[in-house]
């Protein structure tokens, strides 16, 4: 019988913890998501729903105004990446039991031409870019362009990530949709193998106001093997992602789907899928932390999105049943006041909770994401791909 009916694991994108030990090979030695946006607020980062689960208490150095205490809800620790790379496919796939061990292929000096000619013929539109940048600078660039001419913006990032933005009044979303899913089948291999290719609509009438749309859209490499969701979907068990958990995973092993406007938007889907009876999992991720102040090197509305959920976490717990379990983390850093505008090789939090537990404390930390998968798998009673070590016991 499963110690948990229902279990909700709650993955704050890009929301690292300081630099993981490999941080070295990606450039990114003393990146701190966490301890940087504590520093930038100067003691007025707020967040005491995290603060009773431990998120604090997991670091070395406490975070600047949410001090260490020593009664606290739960358990904590904190988890290091094993796979290759460092965006958001990797770390949700090894969080279920996939870790990525072959490097995707990237392109730090912009895509190869066959590629770009193959897509340009399909969509019958010219390409401009075509370079690492980050998404608003190179829209507020060509934006103006583009609604000029109907030309394809194509950009990339540090990550395996192919990029297509264009103005939803100039290129309706499906087209969007239908140029990106081309441009996914061919880097699926052989001769190329990318992680995401990711539609970018915006909206405004100039550089001035353009601004990005929620109606994103990541075309994610099929997961090459089966993952924690196949496992618990093939024995009965109930599957539920919210945000872009879906497209992460292609749609393999989810059940139940709901797509994000915005983090709080995809908290009232969690406070939804509360409400459900089921024997099962929720995986949801909230992508704003990255994707809004990440990458666009804004501490201030990182500092102010991490409060915001904190309320909403404090609304979540005291909804619990006493069979949930709550399991709080991340899938890599993006420390926003780090040099560039890429992601972050970093520790991610592990925050575990429910109202029937007796005790609290530490964890060892863990060294791969894979547990936190091992765990859940662990719980329902289902074997999965044996990466993972499972602290099911260690909640008590």
């Known amino acids: 019988m499963a110690k948990y009916k229902r279990i909700f694991g709650i993955v704050m994108d890009s929301v690292g913890t300081g630099s993981a030990p490999d941080a070295d090979q990606f450039d990114n030695v003393g990146a701190d998501t966490l301890g940087h946006i504590g520093e930038f607020y100067k003691g007025e980062l707020h967040l005491p729903a995290l603060q009773k689960l431990g998120i604090s208490n997991l670091r070395e150095q406490e975070i600047l105004g949410v001090p260490k205490i020593e009664i606290q809800q739960g358990y904590y620790s904190k988890m290091q990446e094993i796979s290759v790379g460092k965006d958001s496919m990797d770390g949700h796939w090894e969080m279920m039991e996939l870790p990525v061990k072959q490097p995707l292929n990237h392109f730090p000096n912009g895509f190869p031409e066959d590629l770009l000619q193959k897509i340009s013929e399909f969509s019958g539109r010219k390409i401009v870019g075509n370079r690492p940048e980050s998404g608003t600078k190179i829209i507020q660039e060509l934006g103006e362009h583009q609604m000029a001419t109907g030309d394809l913006i194509i950009y990339t990032s540090g990550d395996s990530v192919l990029q297509i933005a264009a103005h939803e009044d100039v290129i309706p979303v499906k087209e969007l949709y239908r140029i990106c899913e081309y441009a996914r089948s061919l880097v699926n291999g052989p001769e190329y193998v990318m992680g995401r290719v990711i539609a970018r609509p915006y909206v405004g009438p100039d550089k001035d106001h353009f601004t990005r749309t929620a109606n994103r859209h990541d075309f994610s490499l099929r997961p090459t093997g089966p993952t924690v969701l196949d496992h618990l979907q093939k024995s009965g068990l109930h599957t539920v992602g919210v945000g872009k958990i879906n497209d992460i ?139 993972g070590t499972s602290f099911l016991s260690d909640l008590q």
Do not use: W
């Open 249 to 387: 995973f292609s749609g393999q092993g989810i059940a139940e789907g709901y797509h994000n406007e915005s983090n709080m938007d995809g908290m009232d889907h969690v406070d939804h899928v509360m409400q459900e009876d089921f024997t099962g999992f929720c995986f949801v991720n909230l992508v704003d932390f990255d994707a809004m102040y990440g990458h666009r090197r804004n501490p201030e509305g990182y500092g102010q999105a991490l409060m915001e959920l904190d309320q909403r976490l404090g609304q979540v717990v005291a909804n619990m049943r006493d069979d949930d379990l709550l399991m709080i983390t991340a899938d890599h850093g993006n420390d926003p006041c780090y040099k560039g505008s890429d992601h972050t090789r970093e520790y991610v939090p592990l925050l575990a909770y429910s109202p029937s537990m007796q005790g609290s404390g530490q964890l060892p930390t863990r060294q791969t994401f894979a547990d936190f998968g091992a765990t859940i798998l662990d719980n329902f009673g289902v074997a999965g791909n044996g990466v």
